[in-house]
């Protein structure tokens, strides 16, 4: 099967990555999503953030309904350092039988370089790059994909994505105020939230 690979802290789990997820199956043909909650994202060294049994109790509530959705909790049952390249070549070596596309927001695309040792991860999965349908802003993501394949190898794909100004600092900025979350998360995700007391005391990072 094609399976579409949505990573993230996740620290909520919101509609953006869902949506994400949704899109990336209708225009590739995926037969499935599945969603990885990072175990101990090393860009993430030095917040606060979530403990993982939270993050991923939030991630399968999120996608409890969807049709095709699933949670892999690879990486968290791994512990340590989350890098991409290590979890792929484990879910290659889990499921050969799959062929994986790891989706990201199109920004990631001027990171990938830094990311530890990127020609790995392109050897293990096909990379999926969202960005804006404007002709420009494609032009120029197909310039950067073309860069990286040729230095790294592999295959990166363009999917069309709306803009969404939405992110998980912005809900935990919301949950500390004692503001409504509706339309941001699923409706699951946010009691668990309100229940649990999460982003009551935490400064929000990044994310």
Request: proline share 5%; glycine share 10%.
């Amino acid at each position: 099967m094609k399976i579409g690979l949505v990573g993230g802290t996740f620290d909520p789990i919101h509609i953006g990555h869902l949506l994400l997820g949704q899109m990336a199956a209708e225009q590739l043909g995926l037969d499935e999503i599945w969603f990885l909650p990072a175990g101990m994202p090393y860009f993430k060294e030095g917040k606060q953030v979530s403990a993982a049994e939270d993050r991923l109790a939030m991630t399968k509530l999120a996608v409890q309904d969807l049709p095709n959705a699933a949670v892999c909790d690879a990486e968290i049952r791994r512990g340590g350092r989350t890098y991409t390249c290590e979890t792929v070549e484990m879910l290659n070596a889990s499921f050969p039988e799959h062929a994986f596309y790891f989706i990201f927001g199109a920004d990631c695309l001027d990171q990938l370089e830094s990311w530890r040792e990127p020609a790995r991860i392109l050897a293990g999965c096909r990379i999926v790059a969202a960005g804006r349908g404007e002709s420009a802003d494609r032009f120029l993501l197909e310039e950067k994909a073309k860069q990286l394949t040729e230095r790294f190898g592999g295959e990166i794909l363009i999917m069309d994505f709306p803009v969404l100004e939405i992110s998980s600092t912005m809900i935990r900025e919301r949950a500390a105020a004692g503001l409504p979350l509706r339309f941001l998360v699923p409706p699951a995700v946010e009691e668990y939230i309100r229940q649990r007391k999460l982003y009551q005391n935490t400064e929000a990072g990044e994310g």
